[in-house]
């Protein structure tokens, strides 16, 4: 990657160029590259994403819908890159918020902003939610509406109080969720693929019939989502960039071995139950909708099956704990900005800890009260609020690759030690084009004929833009807050020119700068 004219090369620091940036250091720099790289690992989780979707996946494009996970891997690789150059030059705490408001402005940078802390509020939810089962079998608990509630609410409290003990705690929890998914996951999935095979390689080149009387094409596209819903996650290393030392280059690394590990991890995992199905036709019939247990129990026995189901819980717990570090991360920097109710309350960061404590508690606190309301309304409420959540991270995502490239349009040219110089706008042009894409498969109407379960995806996502919408114009949040917006070719020339001066108020780009 280029770094040529990189600020940091220049001498400037981490402390000045977040004053170049408008703001002073408010948090500790304990978080090594190995533990950002964890937490976004465990945010993106493959062992939660794989576990939850295996049935899905083959019941609709049978074992050929592993290769969405090479498609999907590949697309959000080059999303990866976009952000990495705009994190490079923006290490700032809160991702999609800094990054949509210094690309293009502050409206534009509010609705990103509530789309995906919205979406990952819901998400929060629904991997506790989901965790609750492992620990409900591993503790031989009934799985009754009030065991999934209170032991949904025991991960949710967990996970706040090793939050709240500040970014070291956070990442040592997270570094031992990476061991839980990489032995989960890897370690497992190699096991079955060399010890326990019961198919032919070939096997993932067979649809087993899943097509019908129709052509195998519209089953593909419809097993999208064991793609779709499982690489998003590695932007949560840049939401804690004012905790990592070196964040202009760290990050970027942090999110690219993210997804490419992650990749990695869940080809092994996916591929090794397919091959270690005992009885895969059933799993493609969609007779067995929960096939996973039992093929751990026939691949590694009881007492294996119950040692695994510890190394789960582990992943479900780090998952949890990375989806609020960083939902409290980007509620704290849009508070910091003046940008939301209660945002002087928000915007608070503990002196002892170091950490945005109110900004946790409502990360806490928001899917306590959706997991009682999952309680009230019953579980088919969970599979309808969380529906728009995957396509309101993508909406957030692409907010931010075409608010990168209508800078690049306008001649920006990322001045973080991280970028691909040249090979920056196509590759830019390439993730819109993969993000449009990844949209509308996630958004196509289902076909039960039921018009709420149909038409789920596009009427959350609706509710929520309508909601920011309304509230942006009612409000207009954005008009008492006063740090800069649409600044990317000022910054970037700025941090060229003169990065020893970067942190004064007063530096500002000559014409010819820009």
């Known amino acids: 990657m280029s770094s040529n004219a990189s600020p940091q090369k220049k001498g400037i620091g981490d402390s000045e160029h977040l004053k170049a940036l408008g703001y002073d250091d408010s948090f500790n720099r304990s ?15 493959p062992l939660v994403g794989v576990y939850s979707l295996f049935a899905l996946a083959l019941s609709t494009g049978g074992p050929p819908s592993i290769f969405w996970l090479v498609i999907v891997g590949t697309g959000q690789l080059l999303v990866a890159l976009v952000f990495g150059e705009v ?15 210094r690309l293009w402005g502050k409206r534009y940078a509010w609705m990103a902003a509530w789309v995906y802390v919205w979406a990952m509020l819901v998400t929060i939810t629904a991997v506790a939610e989901f965790g609750s089962g492992f620990l409900a079998s591993l503790i031989n608990a009934p799985v009754t509406k009030e065991v999934t509630l209170g032991l949904s609410a025991l991960f949710l409290v967990v996970a706040f109080g090793f939050n709240f003990s500040g970014t070291k705690t956070l990442s040592r929890v997270a570094r031992i969720g990476l061991a839980a998914e990489l032995i989960g996951v890897i370690g497992l999935g190699l096991y079955l693929l060399i ?28 097993a999208a989502l064991a793609g779709l819903f499982l690489f998003y996650g590695f932007e949560a290393c840049g939401d804690v960039a004012e905790e990592v030392p070196d964040p202009a280059r760290g990050i970027p690394r942090a999110m690219i071995l993210t997804i490419l590990i992650g990749g990695v991890s869940a080809l092994f995992s996916f591929g090794g139950y397919v091959m270690a199905a005992p009885d895969l036709q059933a799993v493609v019939d969609g ?46 920097s849009f508070a910091r900005d003046g940008m939301i109710p209660g945002h002087a309350w928000l915007g608070t960061v503990s002196p002892r800890t170091a950490v945005p404590v109110n900004a946790l508690i409502v990360a806490c606190t928001i899917p306590l009260l959706l997991c009682l309301l999952i ?21 957030a995502f692409q907010a931010v690759v075409l608010a990168a490239l209508r800078q690049r349009f306008k001649g920006w040219r990322p001045a973080g030690p991280f970028n691909l110089g040249p090979a920056g706008f196509v590759v830019n042009v390439v993730a819109l084009l993969y993000g449009i894409f990844a949209m509308i498969l996630l958004a196509r109407p ?5 018009f709420l379960d149909d038409w789920i995806v596009l009427i959350g996502l609706g509710v929520v833009m309508g909601s920011g919408l309304l509230y942006l114009f009612i409000a207009k949040p954005h008009s008492a807050s006063h740090q800069p917006e649409g600044d990317a070719i000022a910054v970037a020339a700025m941090l060229r020119a003169h990065p020893q001066n970067a942190h004064r108020k007063d530096a500002r780009p000559t014409s010819a700068e820009q």
């Open 31 to 45: 978080m090594s590259l190995w533990a950002n790289f964890a937490l976004g690992f465990t945010y993106l989780s």
């Open 87 to 101: 994190v490079s030059q923006y290490p700032i705490a809160g991702g999609i918020y800094p990054w949509t408001r």
């Open 195 to 222: 010890f326990q095979r019961k198919q032919e390689f070939s096997i993932f080149f067979d649809t087993m019939g899943v097509e019908g009387n129709g052509g195998y094409a519209a089953a593909f596209l419809g």
């Open 287 to 332: 007779t067995n909708i929960d096939p996973i247990p039992a093929i751990l129990e026939a691949t590694l026995g009881t007492v294996g099956a119950k040692l695994f189901l510890i190394v789960a819980l582990t992943a479900f717990l780090s998952c949890v704990l990375s989806l609020q570090a960083a939902a409290s991360r980007l509620m704290f």
């Open 375 to 395: 309680y009230v309304g019953g579980s088919t409420l969970l599979t309808q609020i969380t529906a728009f959540a995957v396509i309101g991270i993508y909406v």
């Open 446 to 450: 289902g076909t039960t004929g039921v």
